[in-house]
């Protein structure tokens, strides 16, 4: 199984990003799929995670500003973010609850991140 991030990138304070994130491979099934981010310095964080049924929970300042979703007919998970701070700059990684093909657990999966930068 192989997840590939893109769209990251540099954009100004107040703009915009959506970052898609495709699972590939020998897959039976994906349950949560998330986004997380590591500034640096940081340890990684949580930012946005979306279930198979489509419940979604955010990090408390992104709330209002991004919007996870998902297409299950393309494996795909998409982070839609709006109203972008400095503070949003970060590498921002995808992680997927995979059980894959013959298998009966999930296990999790990771992208190899991309680089958002917010900055004038």
């Known amino acids: 199984v192989q997840l590939q991030a893109s769209g990251g990138g540099l954009v100004q304070p107040g703009g915009s990003l959506r970052l898609p994130c495709a699972a590939s491979?020998?897959?039976?099934?994906?349950?949560?799929m998330s986004w997380y981010r590591q500034a640096p310095g940081k340890q990684r964080e949580l930012v946005a995670r979306?279930?198979?049924?489509?419940?979604?929970n955010y990090e408390d300042s992104v709330k209002g500003r991004f919007t996870i979703s998902r297409d299950n007919a393309k494996n795909t998970v998409y982070l839609q973010m709006n109203g972008l701070k400095p503070e949003d700059t970060a590498v921002y990684y995808c992680?997927?609850?995979?059980?894959?093909?013959?298998?009966?657990?999930?296990?999790?999966?990771w992208g190899q991140g991309t680089q958002v930068t917010v900055s004038s």
């Open positions: 979306i279930t198979n049924g489509g419940g979604t």
């Open positions: 491979g020998s897959i039976f099934s994906i349950n949560a």
């Open positions: 992680n997927s609850n995979v059980v894959i093909m013959g298998g009966r657990y999930e296990y999790s999966y």
